[in-house]
């Protein structure tokens, strides 16, 4: 049976003070997997408290290369990896933070792998900047039955929901269609601050942890968003759609 090394009693010991986590559910997270697809503004907060909390296995799954105009919120990047792909210069970080993670990184999620990318994970954190990746996100973990929270920010604002297979609304009970292009700004248009990826990634980060362990209660069926300017959060109720394309509510 798996056992705690003192390294890890004293790396961990904040967490296993917790009575919801405990040492059982230290030695959980360790052995836990969690796939994080996107390691801009959102990505970047979820890898890093991930990592830190000490979940053991992560996948982390990113096609694009750091660019100068990320270093504002996307903290796992630094000047001296602009140009490297992003999930070099995460691992590297990731590497110096916490080295027993075992970090597996991924190029481009299409539907023609991200079924079984995300097969062999328990949770995944959908940190995408578009839609058409969140929508993929959306129904490939719907069709096979894992557990993702979803997010989005733009400009002072952020959004974010879980969703549990079978158990609540998906992203397309709220969203039926994907969007068409142009029809929405990005944060190249409109900006983002980057302390609001911060906030939104970290929540990310917190719902994945919830889930793994069975404690608290989770955004299933609940839309929490933020607005960074009235410093306020607000809890939006979600139906679930019985005539969801993709989960198709019981």
């Known amino acids: 049976m798996r056992t705690l090394s003192e390294t890890e009693r004293k790396i961990y010991s904040r967490n296993m003070l917790l009575p919801e986590i405990g040492e059982s559910g230290q030695l959980k997270l360790l052995e836990s997997r969690v796939l994080i697809i996107g390691l801009g503004g959102l990505g970047s907060p979820a890898l890093f408290y991930l990592a830190a909390a000490g979940v ?10 750091v660019d100068l105009s990320n270093l504002q919120r996307q903290i796992l990047h630094g000047r001296k990896d602009v140009g490297r792909n992003k999930t070099e210069s995460a691992a590297e970080t ?31 954190v959908e940190a995408t900047d578009n839609f058409k990746s969140k929508f993929l996100v959306n129904d490939a973990c719907v069709r096979n039955g894992k557990p993702f929270s979803h997010a989005g ?10 969703v549990v297979p079978g158990q609540g609304p ?12 142009g029809t929405y700004e990005t944060t190249s248009e409109a900006g983002v601050l980057g302390s609001v990826a911060g906030v939104i990634g970290t929540i990310q980060s917190i719902e994945a942890i919830k889930y793994l362990l069975g404690i608290g209660g989770l955004l299933t069926g609940r839309l929490l968003t933020f607005d960074a300017l009235a410093m306020t959060f607000m809890e ?8 969801c394309a993709a989960c198709g509510a019981p």
């Open 56 to 65: 053991g296995n992560i996948g982390a799954a990113d096609c694009d290369v």
């Open 153 to 162: 920010i733009l400009g002072a604002y952020g959004q974010t929901m879980t």
């Open 94 to 124: 990731i590497s110096r933070l916490n080295p027993d993670v075992r970090l597996e990184t991924y190029g481009t999620i299409s539907e023609e792998n991200i079924a079984g990318t995300i097969a062999s994970y328990d949770f995944v």
């Open 170 to 181: 998906c992203l397309r009970c709220v969203f039926p269609e994907e969007p068409e292009a």
């Open 236 to 243: 939006v109720k979600l139906p679930w759609n019985r005539e």
